[in-house]
T-cell receptor, first 117, second 117 residues
Framework: AQTVTQSQPEMSVQEAETVTLSCTYD???????LFWYKQPPSRQMILVIR??????QNATENRFSVNFQKAAKSFSLKISDSQLGDTAMYFC??????????????FGTGTRLTIIP | GAVVSQHPSRVICKSGTSVKIECRSL??????MFWYRQFPKQSLMLMAT?????????EQGVEKDKFLINHASLTLSTLTVTSAHPEDSSFYIC?????????????FGPGTRLTVT
C-alpha cells in the first residue's frame, strides 16, 4: 500500500519570502504521478503542480516548483515570492501506476500554510 | 474551464433522515467521478469512484447501502446519505476527471458540509 507523509502540520512565512513544504511517500512502483493540491479557506481544491516519476526534470509552474528526489522518495514544494493568496492547506498526493486505470489518489495529511503580511 | 459544482453547499438534517448531494461537471463530460470525505483538519478520504452508467466502486470500510452513489449521466453524480446519524456529519467533496483534462488530474467541487442533528 502506498503512503504519503507530510511532516509539517503548520507553517508560516512572511509575505514575499520563500517557503518549502515537505512530502515523502512510500511505494514499490516505478511509474507514478505526484501532485500538490491547494485547499484555500473556500475549501475548493486546486491543483498546484504535478510530476511524473519518469521525468527527471523538476516541474515548475510560475512561483511554484518541486524538488523531486525519486531515490529518496521525496517530493517537496517550493513557493517563491509568497503571496497572501497562498494561504491555504496544501496536500501532497500520489497516484501509482497500478491505479492509473481507476485514477485513485492517496493524499497526505496536509500542511497548513499561513502567509503573514 | 473544467468547473465542478456541488449542491447544496451546506445542509442540516435530522438524525434518521436521508440527504442527497449533487455533483455536476459544468463544462465537460466526466468519465469518472469521485466522492471524498474530509473530517475537520484532516485529509481527504476516498469513499467511492463512479463511472457513468455503472455501479460505483466503494473503498474498503465504506458502507454502500448507507452511502448510495448514482452516476446517471456524464455530468451528474449524486451521493445519498441514508438514515443519517451525527457521526455522518462531515465535509463531502466530489471530483471529476475527463480524457481531455490534464494527465490524471481531478477537478474538485467546492464541497458540501453536512451536519446531522
Amino acid at each position: 500500500a502506498q503512503t504519503v507523509t507530510q511532516s509539517q502540520p503548520e507553517m508560516s512565512v512572511q509575505e514575499a519570502e520563500t517557503v518549502t513544504l515537505s512530502c515523502t511517500y512510500d511505494t514499490s512502483e516505478n511509474n507514478y504521478y505526484l501532485f500538490w493540491y491547494k485547499q484555500p479557506p473556500s475549501r475548493q481544491m486546486i491543483l498546484v503542480i504535478r510530476q511524473e516519476a519518469y521525468k527527471q526534470q523538476n516541474a515548475t509552474e510560475n512561483r511554484f516548483s518541486v524538488n523531486f528526489q525519486k531515490a529518496a522518495k521525496s517530493f517537496s514544494l517550493k513557493i517563491s515570492d509568497s503571496q497572501l493568496g497562498d494561504t491555504a492547506m496544501y496536500f501532497c498526493a500520489f497516484m501509482g501506476g497500478s491505479n492509473f486505470g481507476n485514477e485513485k489518489l492517496t493524499f497526505g495529511t496536509g500542511t497548513r500554510l499561513t502567509i503573514i503580511p | 474551464g473544467a468547473v465542478v459544482s456541488q449542491h447544496p453547499s451546506r445542509v442540516i438534517c435530522k438524525s434518521g433522515t436521508s440527504v442527497k448531494i449533487e455533483c455536476r461537471s459544468l463544462d465537460f463530460q466526466a468519465t469518472t467521478m469521485f466522492w471524498y470525505r474530509q473530517f475537520p483538519k484532516q485529509s481527504l478520504m476516498l469513499m467511492a469512484t463512479s463511472n457513468e452508467g455503472s455501479k460505483a466502486t466503494y473503498e474498503q470500510g465504506v458502507e454502500k447501502d448507507k452511502f448510495l452513489i448514482n452516476h446517471a449521466s456524464l455530468t451528474l453524480s449524486t451521493l445519498t446519505v441514508t438514515s443519517a446519524h451525527p457521526e455522518d456529519s462531515s465535509f463531502y467533496i466530489c471530483s471529476a476527471s475527463f480524457s481531455a483534462g490534464g494527465p490524471y488530474e481531478q477537478y474538485f467541487g467546492p464541497g458540501t458540509r453536512l451536519t446531522v442533528t
